[in-house]
């Protein structure tokens, strides 16, 4: 018996998805944002206005059309070749992100423990894989026990302690190098936004199939698109009280977190690592769905993560600067052909009901 999703199941399938290594260490909140100064807090506002319309429109496409497939979710046009295309195209994004998050796994470790970035990189594959091999039911009680409450509340807290602390500027407040491929506020909040989205379309459609009722869904959408825009202003705010310190870590919010205590940092580390997991494994799924089924799907997925890692041994840091705007980019299109899906959705409905 498949199981029904409540409200905040559906918000922390979301959550799951979003809240990675690089937003909950505040490493994407700095460089898309961080970097402009005051200006940043355009870009957030603005990411945070995308994220729930996005997810609501995903939500009405996939009940509209009773569908979880990522083609049929982002393609306005009913042609097989173009869904199938883009279902592939958003599918080897996903796989990227085994690279980037096994790459921040590692940087954790390192820079907590000093450990061998390999060490991190792999165990956090292993996790992943052990989990998508359950598919989608796996997926959901796996978020089911780990989200709810745990990141969120870590999250606000350290944010909100930085924020009222006495931390002040070390360095420089101005002059900070963005990236080549966002060089301005308003470009780096549409990438940012367009980006992030990405992950949570794989989310989307199967929250949306499983809720327990026809109002579930969406209510389950905002509150989980709503979340991660305003955790990402409450970041900024915290990154913004010592700049050039922000500036110079792969994790930032780990930084300041052993600064506050090395009690609250081996707890945010915990989080951490956690949130890594969920987004690693949120869309890792969305990338085995585009494998065949049949014997030798898992040894691909086996392969795969581990070539990821592989990859990833570049660096977090490095993999957010990027890999991440380019994607954004692709991320900017496929917003563009949902908004076109869901207006052509909605037209269909009209029209039956005034047949």
């Not at 998508?132 to 997926?139: A, N, P, S, T, Y």
């Amino acid at each position: 018996m498949e199981r029904k999703l409540s409200a905040i199941n559906i918000a922390m399938m979301y959550l799951g998805a979003i809240l990675g290594a690089g937003f909950a260490s505040g490493r994407e909140c700095w460089q898309f944002f961080g970097v402009f100064g005051r200006k940043g807090y355009f870009g957030a506002v603005f990411t945070t206005v995308v994220f729930v319309v996005l997810a609501l429109m995903l939500t009405y496409i996939a009940r509209s059309k009773n569908t979880m497939d990522l083609g049929k979710l982002i393609s306005p046009f009913d042609n097989y070749a173009l869904e199938s295309a883009i279902g592939y195209i958003l599918a080897g994004i996903y796989y990227t992100l085994i690279i980037s998050m096994s790459a921040a796994g590692g940087s954790l470790l390192h820079q907590e423990l000093g450990i061998d970035r390999r060490i991190g990189g792999i165990l956090l594959v292993v996790l992943v894989l052990l989990t998508v091999f359950g598919d989608f039911e796996r997926l959901t009680r796996a978020f089911g026990f780990l989200v709810p409450g745990v990141f969120v509340i870590g999250i606000v807290t350290i944010s909100t302690i930085i924020v009222s602390g006495k931390f002040h500027q070390s360095g420089a407040v101005s002059g900070f190098p963005a990236s080549e491929m966002a060089p301005y506020w308003w470009i780096s909040g549409i990438v940012f936004a367009a980006y992030n989205s990405l992950g949570f379309i794989t989310m989307a459609g199967g929250c949306a199939l499983q809720a327990k009722d026809s109002k579930t869904p969406y209510r389950g959408a905002f509150l989980g698109s709503f979340l991660p825009g305003l955790m990402t202003v409450l970041l900024l705010v915290a990154l913004r009280k010592d700049m050039a310190f922000s500036a110079t870590l792969d994790l930032p919010m780990l930084g300041y977190s052993l600064r506050i205590s090395k009690v609250l940092n081996i707890l945010y580390a915990l989080i951490l690592y956690g949130s890594i997991y969920s987004t690693a494994a949120g869309t890792f799924y969305g990338f085995s769905t585009k494998l065949p089924r049949n014997r030798f799907k898992k040894p691909i997925m086996v392969a795969a993560a581990f070539a990821g890692f592989g990859i990833g041994l570049s660096g977090f840091k490095t993999l957010v600067a990027y890999l991440y705007p380019p994607q954004g980019y692709i991320g900017i299109i496929f917003i563009g052909m949902i908004v076109m899906n869901f207006f052509k959705e909605k037209s269909k409905s009209s029209q039956k009901l005034h047949v």
